[in-house]
């Protein structure tokens, strides 16, 4: 079940910056910058966590586009101890099944891709940092398009 991390515990609980750190992989800036995007009044970025009778497992930040039907997926976290079980997988439906998208999509890295291609997504190369790490796109087409045909 997804529960929704602002209103329900607040952005300084722990369970959600652990999950939003590891998301991040521990980079300071990153997390503050996450936590700013998710505080912030209607601007469409939503978090949930994610509870199976009443364990926090992992959670899930995205954005919402209703005009094109785009979820955009931000930030996806597992607990290392819950990793492989199929609960990334999990809160990926249930943010499909709460919003309704036409399409997922999510940019990612390198290790981050094969979880989503393992789960059916359709994983092309996004570009090359600034860094010199290479990004992945991952799209999900949750509604078929007729101009697919």
Excluded: W
């Excluded at 959670?59 to 976290?77: K, N, R, V, Y």
């Amino acid at each position: 079940m997804l529960i929704d991390a602002k209103r329900d515990f607040g952005l300084d609980h722990s369970e959600v910056t652990e999950l939003l750190e590891l998301a991040v992989h521990e980079d300071e800036e990153a997390l503050a910058a996450a936590k700013a995007l998710y505080q912030a009044e209607d601007n469409g970025y939503l978090l949930r966590l994610y509870q199976e009778e009443g364990e926090t497992l992992g959670l899930i930040g995205f954005h919402m586009d209703p005009e094109s039907g785009t979820l955009t997926i931000q930030h996806i976290c597992v607990f290392p101890e819950y990793r492989n079980q199929g609960f990334g997988r999990g809160l990926i439906l249930e943010a499909l099944m709460e919003q309704s998208p036409d399409t997922i999509k999510a940019v990612v890295d390198e290790e981050a891709a094969d979880f989503y291609r393992n789960i059916g997504f359709i994983v092309t190369s996004h570009g090359v940092t600034a860094s010199g790490d290479e990004q992945f796109l991952c799209v999900y087409h949750a509604v078929e398009r007729e101009d697919e045909f």
